[in-house]
């Protein structure tokens, strides 16, 4: 039995998620039993995917639900062995048992730093290459906007649809991310929808429209992007962040749907598994060659992953935003 | 030279289109030259699909767009004799010349009314049949809902699934619409939308959600569907009429498409050119077998087209509008 913590929802945010509705609680954390593994967390991930599911699926006074990296404090399950590093879906506690179900183990690549394994080479990484390349049916060569293109999700995007041969134009809502995207990254042309009028500069950025339009946003970003797709474009939907603590406008230009034959699909994470070895292999391979650039925002200290996942909304994070439990 | 007639579109329509947007114009049609057919209109046709096309690429002043059914009154073109009859793309003239680009020789079925040529076996036919088999991938047993589905589309997509053993919801705007797609089409449910509150009763009528929604309303109709989509379901954006003339709400369920995979696709009926002869082939039996029932508000009088285009907007129609120009 050791002490640890674990972060709990302790009522459904109103809008914004506030500091209030989360609570850090002290718990004691069993010893592994036969068969079982007891795990210790390194580092947490926090997604704007939680936000609909702190109304939805997430329990009260319960551990919030998520990913991380951890690494085995003990083993009573031959699977495993004291000192490895895991991926899990175990939710935000200091230290947890698991019988192993749902823990993958890593093998980091040397070259790369250990928090790659939790975005472009994880979930952030998977969505983006099946959402671009499989929802999306990137062509090569063809013409591609990314919302939020300065996050975990769409700086992979753009990347991926730049080593495809297209020509990309992002949107982000600072200049800092602004600057990254155009003097790092590479995109064509980037759009900071917080000081230029959205629609306008995404007409004047996309001379010869949108081929696949990546969707993180939703709201005035689908309307303007409706706008200027292509005839049977496609829109990979990702995430819809701005309509997630209500509010914002409607969208009103879905009839252009219709005679541009436009398909809009929706897709999560866990729909590609038949391409994870692709996956692995290409993003490992662009990662090393410096042709896929990320940004992360790492907060100290297992207490701050409420502060992590409120600051997602307010765009406190430069790409992917994690929590640093313990080394 | 024969004296004759045209419809004009002479000025842009503010929201729901208005006689004074129109008029009647007398002309002289030339004789066929060589190569050419003189056609007298006998049946013309008015869709909803108009209305965004008076606000594009509807020249003002010349002969409102529109297909019909035409006899052939002068031929000089070897394709064609005198008394041929045919499906054409040519506009609203009671008279014209063509050399016999896009002209249809029509073969009707002696055991059908001509007018079904218009629409069961039609444009709105094939629109019904490649939009819900095709584009909506529908399969045999599923739930489905279909918006207007008394019009001419909707009450053939809505018979089609039925015939496929699916259950079918649809949705109307009047009580005799209403009686009549549960009492003669023999739908599982309707709900009168002005009458009933949308989303409450499409909930109360879809115990199992939602596979294919064929939508031909958008706003409203496309939020109360998308809250009752069914994992991996598909909507096949034939039409949103309630967004035509501006106004209405915008959407605001979009997300819903994210965790559930949704598919929203739009189409037009040249889409499919590759169904053609199995749709006839179909349509047919299913017509001359009473699977396929019809309503048709036939409007007598060349001049009263633009009458029974504006009167799509407010329910003048029982299924398909046809304004009869001659016998």
Redo the contacts between chains.
């Keep these: 039995m050791t002490a640890s913590r674990q972060i709990h929802l302790v009522r459904r945010p109103q809008g914004v998620p506030v500091a209030e509705d989360f609570a850090v609680v002290g718990v004691d954390t069993p010893d592994a039993g036969e068969g079982q593994v007891q795990v210790q967390n390194l580092l947490m991930s926090v997604d704007p995917y939680m936000r ?1 599911r702190l109304t939805a699926d997430q329990p009260l006074d319960a551990a919030m639900l998520g990913g991380g990296i951890g690494r085995v404090v003990q083993s009573r399950n031959d699977r495993f062995k004291e000192g490895d590093l895991v991926r899990h879906g175990a939710g935000m506690q200091e230290l947890f048992v698991s019988d192993g179900k749902g823990l993958q183990t890593l093998n980091p690549d040397p070259a790369l730093s250990l928090s790659v394994y939790m975005h472009a080479l994880g979930g952030t990484g998977i969505t983006a290459y099946g959402g671009l390349l499989e929802t999306g049916a990137l062509k090569d060569g063809e013409q591609v906007f990314v919302s939020t293109a300065g996050g975990a999700v769409g700086s992979v995007v753009a990347q991926i649809a730049k080593i495809k041969g297209c020509y990309v134009v992002g949107s982000t809502g600072t200049d800092d991310k602004a600057a990254w995207l155009k003097d790092e990254v590479g995109l064509d042309a980037v759009i900071n929808y917080k000081s230029q009028p959205l629609s306008a500069a995404l007409k004047a950025a996309t001379p010869k429209g949108i081929d696949v339009y990546f969707e993180n946003v ?1 709201g005035a970003h ?1 309307d303007a992007a409706l706008a200027r797709m292509n005839l049977r474009g496609r829109i990979a ?4 962040i701005s ?2 603590n209500g509010g ?5 230009n ?15 994470a866990s ?1 590609f598994p038949h391409l994870q070895v692709q996956f692995v292999e290409d993003m490992t391979g662009w990662l090393k060659a410096g042709r896929v650039k990320y940004q992360e925002t790492i907060l100290d200290g297992f207490e701050r992953a409420p502060e992590g996942l409120i600051g997602l909304f307010s765009g406190l994070n430069n790409g992917k935003m994690l929590i640093r439990v313990a080394d």
Aim: charged share 20%; hydrophobic share 35%; glycine share 16%.
């Design positions: 609909p939703g689908l939907v990702c995430g819809m309509t997630y914002g406008e409607g969208v009103r879905l009839s252009n749907m219709i005679y541009s034959r436009i398909r809009m699909e929706g897709f999560v729909d």
